[in-house]
């Protein structure tokens, strides 16, 4: 007795529906999967790049918009000053470009109300970092950008194979005060606790012991 039409039919259409609920199953796992990886990214801690501030040595460029005779190049002294028309002696060292306008604004608003100041950066000279102790080749770096410990590292030449890697320090200068942070390069390589891959600022000194 060979089986009748009906049934072949309902039997395609149960096999049909069966393989649809397998597909939509596998898509969904891929989509769960997916969604696990990428909440997981998202939570991985990322470096922030800090706002550039002036160094001495920098190279500024400072404009007062409709004021020709208020336009100055000027090199950030030793100590962090510069001087500027109707304002004398100004801080721009440790100062954002933003900051530095808001300053130079106030001091000339006196003599121009709703002054517009431009404050550009034209060449970075005091971005200096320093790496010591067991890398390959210690020394002063003058960089033209922020960079993080990783990359201070490779500047120097790498670890050398006696370095002390789960013990390195970041020590960072603010006036008196001395601000210590730990820095494990094992972790590192291993994908762990990137937070601590910290970008270093101007002055900052990198040791390996």
């Known amino acids: ?14 096999r ?15 989509f769960t999967a997916c969604a696990s990886v990428s909440s997981a990214l998202a939570q991985e801690p990322k470096a922030v790049v800090p706002d550039y501030r002036i160094s001495a ?23 962090g000053g510069i001087s500027f028309p109707l304002v004398g002696n100004v801080q721009a060292a440790g100062l954002t470009p933003q900051e530095l306008e808001e300053t ?6 006196t003599f121009i109300p709703d002054a517009v100041v431009t404050v550009s950066v034209l060449e970075v000279r005091g971005m200096r970092i320093y790496v010591t102790g067991k890398v390959r080749s210690p020394g002063q770096f003058v960089v033209g950008r922020y960079v993080d410990v990783v990359q201070a590292i ?17 020590i960072r200068r603010e006036g008196p005060q001395e ?25 900052d000194v990198v040791l390996v012991p």
């Open 57 to 79: 040595e920098d190279v500024i460029e400072i404009s007062v918009w409709k004021e020709p005779d208020l336009q100055r190049e000027a090199i950030v002294r030793p100590d």
């Open 16 to 30: 049909r529906m069966l393989a649809e609920s397998m597909m939509l199953a596998s898509i969904l796992v891929v």
């Open 104 to 109: 130079i604004r106030a001091g000339i608003e």
């Open 179 to 203: 601000q210590v942070f730990e820095f494990n390069y094992d972790q590192i390589e291993r994908g762990r606790n990137m937070s601590q891959n910290i970008m270093l600022e101007s002055d």
């Open 1 to 14: 007795m060979f089986p009748s039409i009906f049934t072949i039919q309902h039997t395609r259409l149960k």
């Open 154 to 170: 490779t500047l120097a030449g790498g670890l050398t194979p006696f370095a002390n890697t789960s013990n390195i320090q970041i």
